[in-house]
């Protein structure tokens, strides 16, 4: 071996044992492993350069997954303040135009009603509102653009519920695990707000178990699946077209034995026009209060249907006992009042918003937020 040779295998070799080096202290500050491994790692490097690079055992990428870390309620509430008063539609800007005039004669009222019904409020709702705004300007003598504005907002304020109770009821009794399962037609996003829902309780320092009861389709399995490993959470699945209620059982049953906090059940988004298989849906609550009582039953609209959204709820308010309520795709305000619409039809409270395509793009919903953010 000439001196030219040796000299390049010798600097080989330094240099590919102070990058392992360095790759293995800038990884966590771990401990070196044994000098054997080490310069089994350098002779493979200079004899086989051909060969992948080798890595360490216990190093990320090497069989293991890496787990997300999900942005805590607090930094998706500033991203929803920010989104909505950016998103800012024409029901806000529709109603302060109207508002702002000099004069609020018979036909501005009615451009007022016209507005809140294109946003989706309801008749009834726009009538109420109306009704009060209009005797609030009479009696009150409002006859300055801020003063309207101020009073807009406070009925606005009061029909969306600044005092319904939103919290997520995720905690079990008697040691076991809330149960919560989520319903809603195909196309809304279920799945996806099923794997974000976990994210949010994941950064609450909550311990989960999803369940995959849409076995009608394998693609929504492998969805939450992967949803579930991006946090660490495991998740129960069946075969496909197999029984959700059993999946649905299955997992609570995990849930109990494991000592999780919540159980997040997701079911197959029936159509609301198919009477058997609403019928299976309650049955899957049957069968999985069996295990632990469902303490949370959350319905995911889509904001963009409108009143076909109303109609899904109706049917499936007639199932299973819906307690919450998550709009998903309200990325503008435009059609906002659906908020309103949909808590009046059901009697429950919107609980959380989705505004985007973002993993952490599921928000706690604020009401006064939401209501200062439709006005600008």
């Known amino acids: 071996?000439?001196?030219?040779?040796?000299?390049?295998?010798?600097?080989?070799?330094?240099?590919?044992?102070?990058?392992?080096?360095?790759?293995?202290?800038?990884?966590?500050?771990?401990?070196?492993?044994?000098?054997?491994?080490?310069?089994?790692?350098?002779?493979?490097?200079?004899?086989?350069?051909?060969?992948?690079?080798?890595?360490?055992?216990?190093?990320?990428?090497?069989?293991?997954?890496?787990?997300?870390?999900?942005?805590?309620?607090?930094?998706?509430?500033?991203?929803?303040?920010?989104?909505?008063?950016?998103?800012?539609?024409?029901?806000?800007?529709?109603?302060?135009?109207?508002?702002?005039?000099?004069?609020?004669?018979?036909?501005?009222?009615?451009?007022?009603?016209?507005?809140?019904?294109?946003?989706?409020?309801?008749?009834?709702?726009?009538?109420?509102?109306?009704?009060?705004?209009?005797?609030?300007?009479?009696?009150?003598?409002?006859?300055?653009?801020?003063?309207?504005?101020?009073?807009?907002?406070?009925?606005?304020?009061?029909?969306?519920?600044?005092?319904?109770?939103?919290?997520?009821?995720?905690?079990?009794?008697?040691?076991?695990?809330?149960?919560?399962?989520?319903?809603?037609?195909?196309?809304t996003g279920k799945t996806t707000t099923v794997g974000r829902l976990a994210r949010v309780l994941v950064a609450d320092g909550k311990s989960v178990v999803l369940g995959a009861a849409d076995t009608f389709r394998a693609a929504a399995s492998e969805q939450l699946q992967t949803w579930g490993e991006r946090v660490g959470v495991h998740t129960v699945r069946g075969p496909e077209g197999g029984d959700p209620a059993s999946v649905g059982f299955e997992s609570v049953q995990k849930g109990i034995e494991d000592g999780t906090d919540v159980v997040l059940v997701d079911t197959a988004g029936r159509l609301h026009t198919k009477a058997g298989l609403m019928d299976e849906l309650g049955k899957v609550k049957r069968v999985v209060e069996k295990q632990a009582p469902v303490t949370e039953v959350l319905l995911v609209i889509d904001a963009t249907t409108g009143q076909n959204g109303l109609a899904q709820a109706r049917v499936f308010a007639e199932v299973v006992d819906v307690t919450g309520i998550v709009l998903t795709k309200l990325d503008g305000t435009a059609k906002g009042g659906i908020v309103v619409a949909v808590q009046r039809e059901l009697g429950v409270p919107v609980k959380f918003v989705g505004l985007g395509e973002g993993a952490d793009d599921l928000a706690p919903f604020d009401a006064e937020e939401f209501v200062d953010a439709l006005l600008g």
């Open 1 to 187: 071996m000439t001196t030219l040779v040796l000299v390049l295998l010798i600097a080989a070799g330094v240099l590919v044992l102070g990058g392992g080096i360095a790759l293995v202290v800038a990884r966590g500050r771990r401990e070196l492993p044994p000098t054997d491994v080490l310069d089994a790692i350098t002779e493979e490097e200079i004899e086989h350069p051909e060969h992948p690079e080798p890595h360490l055992e216990d190093e990320p990428g090497a069989g293991t997954t890496t787990i997300e870390r999900p942005e805590a309620a607090e930094g998706r509430l500033v991203r929803l303040r920010a989104r909505l008063a950016r998103s800012q539609g024409s029901l806000g800007k529709g109603l302060l135009a109207v508002l702002s005039r000099a004069d609020l004669d018979d036909a501005a009222w009615e451009e007022l009603e016209d507005t809140l019904l294109a946003a989706d409020v309801g008749v009834g709702p726009t009538t109420e509102l109306v009704e009060k705004l209009r005797t609030r300007v009479r009696v009150e003598g409002i006859d300055d653009p801020e003063q309207a504005k101020a009073a807009l907002r406070d009925e606005l304020a009061g029909l969306v519920g600044l005092d319904l109770d939103r919290t997520l009821r995720a905690t079990g009794a008697d040691g076991k695990p809330g149960v919560v399962l989520v319903v809603g037609v195909n196309g």
